[in-house]
C-alpha cells in the first residue's frame, strides 16, 4: 500500500484522490481539506508566502483550532465585553491576544507581518515562548471580531488573554520569589569573600584599617538580604507570635536578626566576629527550600481555572418569538430557553424540552462514547451536543452546576493535610520550644558565670542549631527525586508521594485513557455481501466524513463525502454516496433500509456497527479502544506486591468488565459519577486501606485530590495533572512499575536526612551551651550539616539497583 502524501500546509496525509491543490511558490501543492486550501490561499494572495520557505514546522491543521462562530466574535465588539481586556489611549485601542496554531518561529512572522499590513493596525507584536500577541489598532475602522477573523483566515485562532486573578497573584509571588533568591545568592558571595577576609585563620597580615573597611563592606552588602530578602520570615514569625504558635519562621528569625545586630556591634565596636556570612547562608538555603513550595503550590492553584475553561463564553437564548440571540453566559438566567447547535458545549445545567442527540459527557464521565438524550432527560453544563440541535430550559447555574459540585469536591479533597505534614508541624514546635527555652536558660548561666560572653554564647547557640539542615532535609531530596523520577517518565508534584507509597495497599485504576488508549480504532471489517472490506471502508468513511462523533475518528479522512447525511441520535447516520442510500449503526436501525431482520452481532467484545444499504447488509465493522500493552505488567506488579486491585470507571458498556477480566482485576465497577468513586475511596479510607489513584479525566479529580496517592497520565486533562501528585509524562505505565523502586529510595534519603539533621542539632547544642563554639564554627558547622544533606540527596540522581 503507497505511503499517503503529506498535506503541504499541516503535514497530515492527504486522502487519495483528494481535489483540494493551490499553487505555492511556483508549484502545485496537495492540501488535505478545505481548509488547509482557504488558508494556504489567504498567506499567497496576501504576499506572504515566504513564510513557507522560512517555517521549520508544518502549521496545524485549521479544523483542529477552536472555532468560533461570527456571531460570538461579533459580541466581542460590545464595550461592555471589551472592558476586561482591552485598554484604550487616545483613538488607539490595546489588547492581548493568546494564539492558537503556532508551530514555529515562521508563524510569528506571518502572523505580524500580516496585522501589519492591515492599515487599522499601529503595532503588533508576538511573545514566542508564550504565545501572547500584544496588539494596538484603531477600532473604529476595524472590529475587534474582524481583527480575529483575518488571523483565522491565515490559519490561527486568537482569544483574548485574561489572567486568573489567583494565578497572576501566584505568579507575581513567584517573580519576587526568583528576585529575592537571586539578591541572596549573589550578595552572600559577596559578604562570604569579605568576611573571610578578616578571619585570622585566613589572613594574619591584614591591617587595622582593612579590616575595618571589610567590615563596612560586609554591613553593606548584607542589608539588602536582611531588609528585602528575608522579610518574609520576620513577617511570618510576627504573625506566629501573635497567634501564640512557635513555626520555624520565629527560629530562623530569631538566628538571622541576632546575628545581624551582633554583625552592627561587631563593626561599630571594631571587636568580636561578623555574623553576616551566616545571615546571607541562613537566607540563601531557606529561600531556595521555600522557593520549591511555592512552585507546587503555583500549579495546584491553577486547577480552578482550568474546570471554567470548561464552559462556553456565551451561548443562544431562545426569545419569545422564537428567534435565537446570542449572549454572555453571565446574562443567562434559571428559567431562560437556549438553543444548543450540534458541536457546542452546554451552556448550563438544565433539561431538554426539544429535539434529541447525543451528549459526549466524557470529560464529566469517564465514557468515551456519547450518550443519546431526548426531550426530558436532565442534561450537564460543560458536556459536548455531537449530533443534532437541542432547546434546553436552564435549571442551574454557577456555583449550583454539577461542574461547581466536582469544584467543590477538589477543594474539599485538597483541604485535607497529610498525615506526616502534621507530624512534621507538631514535631517542629516542639523542637524550636526546647532550643528557645534552652537558649533563654543558658544566657542567664552565663549571664552570672561571665555577662560580656552571656550575648555572643546564646547567640553561637542560636546560630548553630538553626533548623537549616532540617529545613533542607526533604526539599533537596525531593528536587533531586523529581529529576530522577522525571527521566523516568514521571514528574513528582507532591513530596508526600514518598513518604506514601510505602504503605499502600490498595490501587484505584480508570478505564478509559489509562488502561486503555481512550480512543477508539477499527479493529476489523467483515463483508457480508458482495463489497470487499476495502469498498466497505469506503462507504463507511465518506459517511463519517463531517461527523463530529468520536466513532467518526476511526474511519480517518475520506476523499468523498456522502450527500444529504441525517444523524438520528443514538441510532447512526445515513446519506447518499453517488446513487446508493447507505446507512451505518445499530443494526436494527441499518436493517430497517432493507426491510430485513437484522443479522447475529458477532459475540466478540467491542463496539459492533453494521453497514448496509437498500438491498440489505453490507459488513459488519468492529470497532474497540485497545488496552495499552504494558497494563499487565503493571497490574502484575501490584499483585506481586500484594496490593488490592480496583477498576472504577464512569463508562457503563461491557467493556468495563471485559477490560478488567483480561487484567485478572476482580473488583469491578462501571457507571459510576465523581462522587460514586469518591464514596468508595472513603469507604476504603473507613477500612483503613492506603490507597494509590491512577485516573485521567476530570471525573477522576475529586478521587485524585482524596486518594492518598494519585498519578494522573500524562495525556490527561490539565485539571487532573494539576490536582494529581504524581503525572506519568510518557503515558508509559512500565515507568510507573520502575519508579516504585526509585520512589521508596528517595523515602529512605529523606528519612536519613531528617535523622541527620536532628542528630547534629542534638549534638551541637551542649557544645554551644558551655561556650565552646565560636561564631566561626558554628556558621561553619551549620554550612557543613546543611551541605551532607545536599550531598546525600544527590545520590539520587544514580540508577537505583535493578
Known amino acids: 500500500m503507497a505511503t499517503p502524501q503529506p498535506c503541504f500546509h499541516c503535514g497530515l496525509p492527504v486522502p487519495p484522490g483528494a481535489p483540494f491543490r493551490t499553487l505555492v511558490l511556483g508549484e502545485m501543492r496537495e492540501m488535505c481539506c478545505p481548509g488547509c486550501q482557504a488558508v494556504a490561499e489567504a498567506i499567497v494572495s496576501g504576499g506572504l508566502e515566504g513564510y513557507y520557505r522560512y517555517r521549520s514546522e508544518s502549521a496545524a491543521n485549521p479544523d483542529s483550532l477552536t472555532r468560533a462562530l461570527p456571531d460570538e466574535l461579533e459580541l466581542l465588539d460590545r464595550q461592555d465585553v471589551q472592558q476586561p481586556f482591552v485598554q484604550h489611549q487616545g483613538e488607539l485601542a490595546e489588547t492581548c491576544l493568546l494564539i492558537e496554531g503556532i508551530s514555529c518561529a515562521a508563524c510569528g512572522w506571518l502572523i505580524e507581518k500580516h496585522l501589519r499590513s492591515l492599515p487599522a493596525v499601529a503595532e503588533a507584536s508576538l511573545n514566542l515562548s508564550s504565545h501572547r500577541l500584544q496588539v494596538r489598532w484603531l477600532d473604529s475602522q476595524l472590529p475587534l471580531s474582524q481583527l480575529l477573523a483575518s488571523l483565522r483566515r491565515i490559519g490561527y485562532a486568537a482569544h483574548p ?9 501566584l505568579q507575581r509571588e513567584n517573580r519576587r520569589a526568583i528576585r529575592q533568591l537571586g539578591v541572596a545568592g549573589l550578595l552572600w558571595m559577596q559578604v562570604m569573600m569579605a568576611s573571610m577576609a578578616t578571619w585570622p585563620e585566613f589572613n594574619l597580615d591584614l591591617s587595622a584599617e582593612l579590616d575595618q573597611i571589610l567590615r563596612w563592606v560586609s554591613l553593606f552588602l548584607t542589608t539588602p538580604i536582611v531588609f528585602y530578602c528575608c522579610t518574609d520570615f520576620f513577617k511570618g514569625a510576627l504573625r506566629d507570635l501573635r497567634s501564640r504558635h512557635l513555626t520555624m519562621d520565629v527560629s530562623v528569625s530569631l538566628a538571622i536578626g541576632g546575628a545581624y545586630l551582633a554583625g552592627i556591634w561587631s563593626t561599630v565596636s571594631r ?16 529561600l531556595a527550600g521555600r522557593y520549591l513550595e511555592r512552585r507546587a503550590r503555583e500549579r495546584t492553584a491553577a486547577a480552578t481555572a ?8 456565551s451561548c443562544l437564548r431562545l426569545q419569545a418569538d422564537g428567534h435565537s440571540e446570542r449572549i454572555l453566559l453571565s446574562e443567562l438566567a434559571l428559567g431562560d430557553r437556549v438553543l444548543v447547535p450540534p458541536g457546542a458545549l452546554l451552556p448550563a445545567d438544565g433539561r431538554i424540552i426539544q429535539g434529541q442527540s447525543s451528549i459526549d459527557e466524557s470529560l464529566l464521565t469517564g465514557e468515551y462514547l456519547p ?5 426530558g432527560d436532565a442534561v450537564t453544563a460543560g458536556t459536548l451536543n455531537v449530533e443534532g440541535p437541542l432547546t434546553v430550559e436552564v435549571l442551574a447555574l454557577g456555583q449550583d452546576t454539577r461542574l461547581s459540585a466536582i469544584v467543590r469536591l477538589l477543594e474539599r479533597a485538597q483541604s485535607e493535610k497529610p498525615r506526616l505534614a502534621e507530624l512534621a508541624d507538631r514535631v517542629a514546635q516542639w523542637f524550636l520550644l526546647v532550643v528557645l527555652l534552652t537558649a533563654a536558660g543558658v544566657g542567664l548561666v552565663w549571664w552570672q558565670l561571665d555577662a560580656s560572653r552571656a550575648f555572643w554564647i546564646v547567640l553561637a547557640l542560636l546560630v548553630a542549631t538553626c533548623p537549616c539542615a532540617l529545613s533542607l532535609a526533604t526539599p533537596t531530596a525531593l528536587t533531586t527525586a523529581t529529576g530522577s523520577l522525571h527521566r523516568m517518565g514521571l514528574l513528582l508534584t507532591r ?27 477499527l479493529r476489523e471489517i467483515r463483508p457480508l455481501g458482495e463489497l470487499d472490506a476495502d469498498n ?15 466513532i467518526a475518528k476511526a474511519f480517518g479522512r475520506a476523499a468523498q463525502a456522502a450527500e444529504d447525511v441525517q444523524v438520528t441520535a443514538g441510532k447512526g447516520l445515513q446519506g447518499m454516496i453517488g446513487a446508493r442510500l447507505v446507512r451505518i449503526g445499530q443494526p436494527d436501525y441499518v436493517a430497517q433500509l432493507s426491510h430485513q431482520a437484522p443479522p447475529v452481532m458477532p459475540a466478540e467484545h467491542g463496539q459492533w456497527l453494521l453497514l448496509g444499504d437498500q438491498a440489505g447488509p453490507l459488513a459488519w465493522l468492529v470497532l474497540d479502544d485497545h488496552l495499552r500493552v504494558d497494563a499487565p505488567a503493571l497490574i502484575n506488579a501490584c499483585h506481586q506486591r500484594g496490593w488490592r486491585t480496583l477498576l472504577l470507571s464512569g463508562d457503563s458498556s461491557p467493556m468495563v468488565a471485559e477490560v478488567a477480566a483480561r487484567l485478572g482485576i476482580a473488583d469491578v465497577r462501571g457507571g459510576l459519577t465523581p462522587g460514586d468513586k469518591l464514596e ?5 479510607h473507613q477500612q483503613g486501606h492506603r490507597v494509590l489513584m491512577l485516573g485521567d479525566g476530570v471525573n477522576d479529580v475529586p478521587v485524585l485530590a482524596a486518594a492518598d496517592i494519585s498519578v494522573a497520565m500524562g495525556s490527561a486533562t490539565d485539571l ?83
Not at 508526600?496 to 489509562?514: M, N, Q, Y
Not at 466497505?536 to 468520536?550: F, G, I
Request: aromatic fraction near 8%; charged fraction near 15%; proline fraction near 4%.
Open 536 to 550: 466497505c471502508l469506503a462507504l463507511a468513511a465518506a459517511l463519517e466524513n463531517r461527523s463530529e462523533h468520536p
Open 680 to 684: 468508595v475511596l472513603r469507604q476504603l
Open 720 to 802: 487532573a495533572k494539576t490536582t494529581a501528585d504524581a503525572v506519568l509524562l510518557s503515558n508509559r505505565l512500565d515507568s510507573l512499575v520502575q519508579a516504585f523502586v526509585m520512589a521508596r529510595r528517595t523515602r529512605r534519603i529523606i528519612i536519613e536526612n531528617l535523622l541527620w539533621a536532628t542528630l547534629y542539632n542534638g549534638l551541637v547544642l551542649p557544645f554551644a551551651a558551655m561556650g565552646w563554639v565560636t561564631p566561626v564554627w558554628a556558621a561553619l558547622g551549620m554550612s557543613l550539616s546543611s551541605l551532607l544533606v545536599v550531598l546525600n540527596a544527590l545520590r539520587l540522581t544514580r540508577h537505583p539497583p535493578a
Open 161 to 169: 488573554y485574561q489572567a486568573d486573578r489567583a494565578a497572576a497573584q
Open 271 to 286: 571587636s568580636g566576629e561578623l555574623y553576616f556570612d551566616a545571615v546571607g547562608m541562613f537566607a540563601l538555603f531557606l
Open 495 to 521: 513530596g508526600h508521594v514518598l513518604e506514601s507509597l510505602g504503605r499502600i495497599d490498595t490501587v484505584i485504576f480508570d478505564k478509559t485513557g489509562t488502561l486503555t488508549e481512550g480512543r477508539l480504532t
Open 371 to 375: 450518550l443519546p438524550r431526548a426531550a
Open 306 to 313: 482550568q474546570l471554567v475553561q470548561l464552559l462556553p463564553a
